[in-house]
């Protein structure tokens, strides 16, 4: 089917495409349930201690079971709230979480025979990362 009206002004094209950027803020800055922030923090802990278990193949198990964890509670909520996929706008939460997954790599990646303080100090600034994002976060949602 054509359209042999006229096509939207400058003016309009502009005040659609911003109604479109404030509803897609809107969507991504809805706050989440207060208890997924300390399941976050304590699954990315446990994921960054995973370095502290002597079998590699338990550590790979316990390692593999708890990221699915982590996924499907993160994926569930979302989905409960409407926005499965969104990632917040927050630009200190995103900045704390990406900080807490390298510490939780660091921490994996610390080798058998490694440091286990080194481990340890992964795994708190894991999780002490994301509680502050996780500040900034309810703090940026609960206006």
């Known amino acids: 089917m054509e359209t042999n009206g006229p096509g939207p002004s400058r003016y309009e094209a502009a005040n659609d495409l911003a109604a479109i950027a404030h509803v897609q803020r809107a969507v991504r800055n809805r706050p989440w349930p207060i208890w997924l922030y300390p399941a976050n923090a304590l699954l990315l802990g446990g994921l960054a201690l995973t370095g502290l278990i002597e079998s590699s193949a338990l550590a790979a198990l316990v390692a593999l079971a708890l990221a699915c964890s982590l996924a499907a509670v993160n994926y569930r909520v979302g989905r409960a709230i409407g926005t499965p996929y969104a990632i917040p706008s927050s630009r200190g939460f ?50």
């Open 94 to 143: 995103r900045v704390l979480a990406a900080l807490s997954a390298a510490f939780v790599i660091v921490s994996v990646l610390v080798p058998a025979d490694g440091p286990r303080w080194l481990i340890l100090a992964g795994a708190a600034g894991a999780v002490i990362s994301y509680t502050a994002g996780a500040a900034v976060h309810v703090r940026s949602t609960r206006r």
